[in-house]
């Protein structure tokens, strides 16, 4: 109670569980995400090496906030699902010799199951809402959909959209922040499943809007997170 009392009056108006130290460490990512999207739009030649960055910078507010999260497992899982996002943005740059997608199916779903793991044991606050049915719906149209074009990758496919599903569902037991997060990863997947699957006569502005909703996507889940897992944070 003494430490509470004694805070300044600026950091009680920051919302609870978070500092301005903490604060200044989400900048270079919400920079460099508006950068990154921008430069898609633009056909700039620094839209892939500036995605290269992303995952790096969301780490960031992780390693602020981390003696402050409980329990410290927490850490682990947080920064083990930013890195495997990391290494799927980047399965084509790091391993030029493999085949692209199926690296990446794997390891945004490594990252999936960190956060599945993270919201139904950690980050939960309520029970699951009945309407998240609606992404088992999701599941199966998409399957409906890019299914007959994905070739000998409909398991892996079929596989990755079902975790995918698991993370935004299980998002809804968490922050509304959480949630709000789960729900723009899954649609940037959506969006870039239509652009890999089915690219005939889909709009340009897709392009830039894969990585809008993934950048808002991972910040939301992060910051959210952050704001539930914190001593002081609010649930």
Same mark, same amino acid.
């Given at each position: 109670?003494?430490?509470?009392?004694?805070?300044?009056?600026?950091?009680?108006?920051?919302?609870?569980?978070?500092?301005?130290?903490?604060?200044?460490?989400?900048?270079?990512?919400?920079?460099?995400? &508006?950068? %990154?999207?921008?430069? =898609?739009? #633009?056909?700039?030649?620094? !839209?892939?090496?500036?995605? /290269?960055?992303?995952?790096? *910078?969301?780490?960031?507010?992780?390693?602020?906030?981390?003696?402050?999260?409980?329990?410290?497992?927490?850490?682990?899982?947080?920064?083990?699902?930013?890195?495997?996002?990391?290494?799927?943005?980047?399965?084509?740059?790091?391993?030029?010799?493999?085949?692209?997608?199926?690296?990446?199916?794997?390891?945004?779903? &490594?990252? %999936?199951?960190?956060? =599945?793991? #993270?919201?139904?044991?950690? !980050?939960?606050?309520?029970? /699951?809402?009945?309407?998240? *049915?609606?992404?088992?719906?999701?599941?199966?149209?998409?399957?409906?959909?890019?299914?007959?074009?994905?070739?000998?990758?409909?398991?892996?496919?079929?596989?990755?959209?079902?975790?995918?599903?698991?993370?935004?569902?299980?998002?809804?037991?968490?922050?509304?922040?959480?949630?709000?997060?789960?729900?723009?990863?899954?649609?940037?997947?959506?969006?870039?499943? #239509?652009?890999?699957?089915?690219?005939?006569?889909?709009?340009?502005?897709?392009?830039?809007?894969?990585?809008?909703?993934?950048?808002?996507?991972?910040?939301?889940?992060?910051?959210?997170?952050?704001?539930?897992?914190?001593?002081?944070?609010?649930?």
């Amino acid at each position: 109670m003494t430490a509470f009392a004694g805070a300044s009056a600026d950091e009680e108006r920051m919302p609870r569980g978070i500092r301005p130290l903490e604060l200044a460490g989400w900048t270079p990512y919400i920079v460099l995400a &508006i950068v %990154h999207v921008a430069a =898609i739009a #633009l056909h700039s030649t620094i !839209a892939p090496p500036t995605k /290269l960055w992303l995952m790096p *910078l969301l780490a960031v507010p992780i390693v602020f906030a981390a003696p402050r999260l409980r329990p410290p497992i927490v850490i682990g899982l947080l920064l083990g699902a930013v890195l495997f996002s990391w290494l799927g943005d980047g399965a084509g740059a790091f391993f030029p010799a493999l085949p692209e997608l199926p690296l990446m199916l794997g390891f945004f779903g &490594i990252a %999936h199951i960190g956060y =599945i793991v #993270l919201f139904t044991r950690f !980050a939960g606050i309520r029970r /699951l809402p009945w309407w998240t *049915l609606v992404y088992a719906v999701w599941w199966i149209g998409m399957l409906v959909i890019v299914g007959p074009h994905t070739g000998p990758l409909f398991l892996a496919v079929a596989g990755y959209g079902l975790v995918l599903a698991g993370t935004a569902a299980t998002s809804a037991r968490c922050h509304p922040i959480v949630a709000l997060g789960g729900a723009f990863f899954l649609a940037s997947d959506s969006i870039l499943a #239509l652009r890999l699957f089915l690219p005939s006569g889909l709009p340009e502005w897709l392009a830039p809007a894969v990585m809008l909703t993934y950048t808002l996507g991972q910040g939301l889940i992060v910051w959210g997170a952050l704001r539930t897992l914190s001593r002081r944070g609010s649930r």
